[in-house]
């Protein structure tokens, strides 16, 4: 990591030869390894390095941001980040990068194996799923298992110079299913820090057994009833309307439909949500975040009130308050190649006190909804999702999977009627979520 | 820049059965504006090699942005014989085409003879256009963005091909708020070309079009879910092509047993009216290219004639796997990705209705226009698009609009419901399709369409 600091510092001299107010420059590698089986066939290895910097100028309240990988170009990368600051009409609402740099160790966990890229025991885990017996019915099999091994630094002119490292393994798991011109199927994923906490054939027997079951498929009628969620429906539902809703831009700009909402009990006093930055196994977790604030445990919503935003330092200065460690860059988090933006670093929703198992066996009738591929209008606060993958329930009982049907509410309402949460957590991505239900919700059907 | 013959022999040398090179670079600039305001404008610079090798029946590859080229190959060397190990069915590659190339787009107006400042002032005017269209405007996005990709591409069967392509992408997304609702309004053009791009896709009126939009759709009412008959128009004509049968035909997934269309080549899947095709030589759209990213020359497939599949998607690999003809499919998004089977720009083919007589048939249904976002589940076709907006049709005759509705079904079902084509084809669905992690840009299209009894699910 000493390089990418060096890197950093590099551009920061640079920097000093423009009539520049401030420079902050962010850099990142990451060795990526990642095996894929694909119809039961080992089929893709790919390994790829992808080193850069991403640096931002301020010249008053104009800022402009460039990026390279070709580090022969740290040079021309400030110089054109400058140029692009010099032009830029001023911004009145930002007020400066980072000035609060704190070091901050938490002791996160990572893995050796994934740091000295171990080739043969990211093998095994794929070699291990592709000796599985696999039933007739399944008619392909797909795994891809990636390991990554990211480091980070940054460096800015208020003096902020911080670096760490995390090591992250995720892997996907798909079935495909058919009996005569009945084809079904099934998916599975998990996201850890360490390799040895991916149990890759637990997960492909669960997916294949899934895929069968789902041969088993029938349409419903509309009906407004009760619903499980799975925790990985419970992501797109809950997590995104939270994490896309108390985002500290969204709301600024009222594109938040929990705008108007901040502070106020809206949700089921039975939901509680906090974002913690600093779990020692959250794939999230970093000392600091994508602009070197120190990451930390932030409440966002106590007994159904929305009690904090999400925020990064540019939000977090208009409102003259303290960034709440929520900078990120880009969809992998660290990725040189984006200006910070805003996202939960790890999101638990509060376990209930119920089995998932019995709240299954306690409903009359209902539908527990696995996966919809849909997302929440945020602006609006309006979700309407396929089914993707889901359970008609009666008396406590799974009686078949659903096909073609929808599922709509207003997300306030949805929050508000929750009436159960499981006493299991899953880990689904960055997300900590227990099964949840809710009451009341509209069922399209497709009969 | 990198000696990719060197890597090519050093390939050899070790004994590899085909190697392939490719130096990639892109440069682009995006200027975002906010409510009228700058909000974030930026610049990248990104260049790298990636290195695929096929040993014995087995990849490897490797995308690497620093100096440690040589070790790279080896890497993937490595990795290709570690998992031919683990494969029994050794199949050999062959290629039947091999081209030494070269392909410019073609550009009116280069993107660095404007400078900064006039592009800012561009997109400024937009942003501010917006909110002089509507006073219900609360919240406005304007996004430009330009991309110059260089490539040059060189395998061991002797291909290579140099190209640069060029293009251009603008969106406008505007957020109306009146006494409690809110709505959303989306337009976006893009092409391959320079800076003029803007001015011939009508670029500097989208201010204005999504503001008219914005407002309409605040007092647009919802619909109770159910089954409709339905107009649909050519955005999301071009979504259902795209996601409906553009991805269960590219070759991959028909390989992998993951394609609903597998087994169905040259059977009767769709109403005798539909014909889809993709075609990445067409000038002026957003998925236009002249070669793909294995060097193979693009050209047009016709994937649905008449109702009958015809034609897959395929690349190099496919191409062998199926023994189906190489049709210039492969794309990547970066040198830190192989090429894999993608489409260009897929559309319906027009038909013979016009767009009255497809809506005067309808006496209680809906028109539904643009989308938001789409999906298909490609084992068994079941998708899901979410539609922009749309309009209800009482009696032959266009009436109010509604909000946001979503559509599911299976598409064979979908597409054998389609009772009438219309005359007015345009591909101009632009967008970013993400597979396996790789985002390209493509284009979509078609003419209206009628389809009866479709799955609406609600928004009321």
Not at chain 1, 216 to 229: E, G, P, Y
Not at chain 2, 7 to 23: C, P, S, T, W
């Amino acid at each position: 990591m000493k390089d990418l600091i060096d890197i950093c510092n590099k551009a920061i001299r640079f920097s000093r030869k423009y009539q520049i107010d401030s420079c902050e420059v962010f850099s990142s590698s990451s060795y990526i390894f990642e095996i894929g089986l694909k119809k039961n066939e080992l089929k893709i290895l790919r390994n790829k390095i992808d080193k850069g910097i991403g640096i931002r100028v301020a010249i008053n309240k104009s800022v402009g941001f460039s990026y390279t990988s070709d580090l022969s170009k740290i040079e021309d990368t400030v110089k054109s980040a400058y140029n692009i600051a010099r032009v830029s009409p001023p911004d009145p609402d930002f007020k400066s990068f980072n000035d609060k740099g704190a070091d901050n160790r938490i002791g996160l966990v990572n893995d050796e194996d994934i740091k000295n890229l171990n080739v043969e025991k990211t093998l095994d885990i794929i070699t291990q799923v592709r000796e599985l017996n696999l039933d007739k019915r399944i008619i392909s099999l797909n795994a891809n298992l990636t390991v990554e091994y990211i480091q980070v630094a940054i460096a800015n002119t208020f003096g902020v110079e911080n670096s760490d490292e995390l090591t992250t393994s995720g892997i996907i798991v798909e079935a495909s299913s058919r009996e005569g011109d009945n084809f079904s199927g099934s998916f599975d994923f998990m996201y850890t820090r360490t390799l040895k906490e991916i149990n890759a054939v637990e997960l492909a027997k669960e997916v294949c057994k899934r895929a069968i079951y789902n041969l088993n498929k029938s349409k419903v009628s509309s009906m407004n009833t009760t619903v499980i969620l799975d925790p990985i429906c419970v992501s797109s539902v809950v997590g995104e309307s939270i994490a896309a809703g108390l985002n500290a831009e969204n709301v600024q700009k009222k594109r938040s439909f929990l705008s108007e909402d901040i502070g106020s009990q809206v949700f089921s006093e039975k939901l509680n949500i906090i974002d913690d930055g600093t779990i020692a196994d959250g794939i999230g977790s970093l000392n600091f975040d994508a602009e070197g604030y120190p990451s930390r445990r932030n409440v966002l919503i106590d007994k159904g009130k929305i009690i904090s935003l999400m925020h990064n330092s540019y939000t977090a200065k208009k409102e003259n308050k303290e960034s709440t460690g929520n900078a990120i860059r880009g969809s992998t988090f660290w990725d040189y190649s984006s200006l910070p933006s805003i996202s939960p670093r790890n999101l638990i929703v509060e376990k209930g006190n119920k089995k998932i198992e019995d709240m299954i066996s306690d409903l009359k009738k209902g539908i527990l909804i696995r996966y919809t591929g849909d997302s929440p209008n945020i602006v609006t606060g309006d979700f309407t999702g396929i089914i993707n993958e889901g359970y008609y329930v009666e008396n406590g009982e799974i009686k078949f999977s659903i096909v073609e049907a929808t599922f709509s509410g207003k997300i306030k309402s949805m929050l508000k009627n929750i009436v159960e949460l499981s006493s299991d957590l899953k880990n689904v991505g960055n997300m900590r979520l227990p099964y949840i239900m809710i009451e009341d919700v509209s069922i399209g059907g497709g009969i | 820049m990198y000696n990719l013959d060197k890597i090519i022999n050093i390939g050899l040398k070790i004994g590899v059965d085909f190697i392939e090179a490719r130096f990639q670079s892109n440069s682009n600039l995006t200027i975002t504006y906010f409510d009228g305001k700058p909000r974030n404008i930026q610049h990248g610079f990104d260049n790298g090699i990636a290195i695929r090798i096929y040993y014995k029946g087995a990849w490897g590859f490797s995308g690497i942005n620093n100096e440690d080229i040589e070790k790279g190959i080896h890497v993937a060397y490595k990795m290709a014989k570690k998992a031919s190990e683990k494969i029994d069915q050794k199949k050999e590659l062959k290629i039947s085409k091999h081209e030494k190339a070269r392909s410019i787009t073609k550009v009116q107006i280069p993107f660095e003879n404007v400078s900064i400042e006039d592009k800012l002032e561009v997109v400024k005017t937009i942003s501010q256009d917006i909110e002089k269209h509507s006073e219900h405007i609360k919240s406005s996005t304007v996004n430009y963005n330009e991309n110059v990709d260089k490539k040059i591409i060189c395998n061991s069967f002797g291909i290579n091909v140099e190209k640069i392509e060029s293009y251009l992408h603008l969106s406008c997304t505007a957020i109306g708020l009146m006494e409690g609702n809110r709505s959303r309004g989306y337009e976006a053009i893009g092409s391959t070309g320079g800076f003029e791009v803007i001015k011939e896709k009508n670029g500097y009126n989208l201010g204005e079009k999504v503001a008219k939009k914005a407002e309409m759709l605040i007092s647009a009412k919802g619909i109770k879910p159910g089954v409709y008959d339905c107009v649909i128009d050519p955005i999301l004509a071009g979504v259902f092509a795209h996601e409906g049968i553009g991805h269960p035909s590219e070759a991959d997934a028909i390989v992998e047993g993951n394609s609903i269309l597998k087994d169905m080549l040259n059977q009767k899947i769709a109403s005798e009216l539909v014909t889809i095709k993709d075609n990445p030589l067409i000038e002026g759209t957003y998925g236009n290219y002249e070669y793909d990213d294995e060097g193979i020359k693009g050209q047009e497939k016709i994937i649905i004639k008449n109702g009958y599949l015809n034609q897959f998607l395929n690349n190099i690999e496919t191409a062998n796997i199926l023994n189906h003809e190489m049709n210039g499919s492969a794309r990547a998004a970066s040198y830190l990705n192989e090429p894999i089977v993608r489409m260009s720009n897929i559309f319906f083919d027009k038909g013979d209705y016009k767009f009255d007589e497809l809506i005067n048939e309808i006496n209680f249904g809906l028109y539904l226009k643009g989308f938001v976002y789409g999906y298909v589940t490609p084992n068994n076709g079941q998708y899901t698009f979410k539609c922009e907006y749309g309009y209800v049709i009482e009696k032959g005759e266009i009436e109010y609009p509604i909000r946001e509705v979503s559509t599911s079904g299976q598409i064979l079902e979908t597409l054998k419901k389609i009772d009438a084509v219309g005359n007015d084809l345009v591909i101009e669905g632009v967008g970013h399709c993400g597979k396996e992690g790789q985002f390209v840009r493509v284009g979509d299209g078609g003419p209206h369409l009628r389809a009866r009894k479709i799955v609406i699910g609600g928004s009321e």
